[in-house]
């Protein structure tokens, strides 16, 4: 016996049989921040046989409170997280591939990985609900279990989708929420990132040992700082006619319409982000958003203008945005959803 | 009126009187969430005319996007 997974196969719910089962699996982790970070480790010491990690951004400082594979030296050299990830990760545990891909996890991209590999299980550790339904469609398309996780302050709560057994995200949320707190805007401890990541990989273990009885099949929260705790069993939310899920799917996530769509602009330095869904902000409100974080915020009937930085993010009304100060695509849309969720 | 909500014994104002009311007691109301009202899930469109009476257990779960 492999003395490295000793403890976990002494655990009876594991096993020898299920050890073997976690190291047959692939997992695609779309996200590499604080919850990637957290279930990347975790299920790399499970000794699973493949992990994919996409994300589209670089380690900085602010990361460091809380991602817990990332070093002072990532942040010095702006490595690109899913590197460092991936760096960190084959130190941790040799026996496990590592592909990492730096880049987004748009709806084009995350459907040519899934229908060429065919990996076992996804895993959200993504920062914003455009990519969390693109994530839900291709599950859905793909019968391929997805583990919902989030987290803001000391509040976070998590759900495993399990196509044909559950409802899925867009049963649960209709529209995409917008204009709700983010990390970036309302701060994260980490003992709130640990506790996502824990009810992610728990589940994520049953799955990979095909444990299907044990899986929790609730939906639940909990606030670390105000004490409570809730979970709903939520079966009766599945719509048969649901687009993702129900009879006749069309999984609109996937179709251009519905695509978070970004033009570079021609010799302005910008980048124009438009999201999914048309949003409705209150302009005035999301100025006095940016202002409480000590940005300075200007608005105007029609738009919300915000100093990040050395650039600067121009938000309409109906969630369109230009970046200014960069040509880059996945910068710009990492401000965009860091700060606007 | 007092409530059990996510398993916290609490008294709510008298102006509270439906899941809205509640909602918009927490803060909540311009947040997607789901709310279940002794262990039976209310649908949103059901919110305003779901009224609740002393005692109820309520389970309210919002969702956020960071991560």
């Known amino acids: 016996m492999n003395e490295r997974y000793s403890r976990q196969q002494l655990f009876a719910p594991i096993g020898e049989a299920g050890q073997k089962k976690i ?16 279930n990347a480790e975790a299920l790399v010491r499970a000794g699973i046989g493949k992990l994919t990690i996409i994300d589209r951004d670089y380690v900085e400082w602010s990361n460091l409170q809380r991602q817990q594979l990332y070093s002072e030296a990532d942040a010095k050299e702006r490595l690109p997280k899913a590197i ?64 919902y996780g989030a987290c803001v302050g000391s509040y976070g709560l998590s759900y495993a989708f399990i196509p044909g057994r559950t409802p899925c995200l867009y049963c649960l949320l209709e529209t995409v929420p917008q204009g709700g707190l983010t990390c970036d805007t309302a701060g994260i401890i980490s003992p709130t990132v640990q506790m996502v990541v824990s009810y992610q990989t728990a589940e994520a273990l049953k799955i990979l040992v095909e444990d299907r009885e044990a899986l929790r099949g609730k939906l639940v929260s909990f606030d670390l ?26 999984y609109p996530f996937l179709s251009y319409e519905q695509q978070t769509k970004t033009a570079v602009l021609c010799g302005r330095d910008s980048v124009q982000i438009r999201p999914s869904a048309r949003r409705q902000y209150d302009l005035n409100e999301l100025a006095a958003l940016f202002r409480r974080q000590g940005l300075q915020a200007e608005a105007n009937p029609y738009l919300v203008s915000v100093s990040i930085g050395d650039k600067r993010l121009v938000v309409f009304g109906d969630g369109r945005a230009l970046v200014h100060g960069t040509k880059d695509v996945q910068e710009a849309k990492t401000i965009y959803y860091r700060y606007l969720g | 009126m007092t409530l059990i909500v996510n398993g916290e014994t609490i008294t709510v104002p008298d102006e509270v009187k439906t899941v809205s009311d509640l909602l918009s007691h927490f803060r909540l109301d311009n947040k997607l969430a789901i709310v279940e009202v002794n262990v039976r899930i209310i649908q949103k469109h059901e919110y305003g005319i779901t009224t609740l009476a002393n005692g109820d257990r309520v389970e309210i779960v919002h969702f956020v996007g960071g991560g």
């Not at chain 1, 914003?128 to 019968?143: G, H, L, P, Q």
Request: with cysteine; proline share 5%.
């Open chain 1, 23 to 38: 190291r047959e699996k692939h997992v695609v982790l779309i996200g590499a921040g604080a919850l990637g970070t957290g």
């Open chain 1, 84 to 147: 460092a990830a991936k760096r960190r990760l084959e130190q941790v545990n040799s026996d496990v591939q590592i592909e990492a891909i730096v880049g987004d996890a748009g709806p084009e991209e995350l459907e040519a990985l899934v229908a060429e590999q065919r990996p076992h299980l996804l895993i959200d550790a993504t920062d914003n609900f455009d990519a969390r339904m693109v994530i839900n469609d291709v599950a859905y398309k793909y019968s391929i279990p997805w583990i």
């Open chain 1, 225 to 250: 700082w105000t004490n409570e705790y809730a979970a709903i069993r939520i079966d009766a939310v599945k719509r048969d006619n649901c687009p993702t899920c129900g009879h006749d799917p069309s």
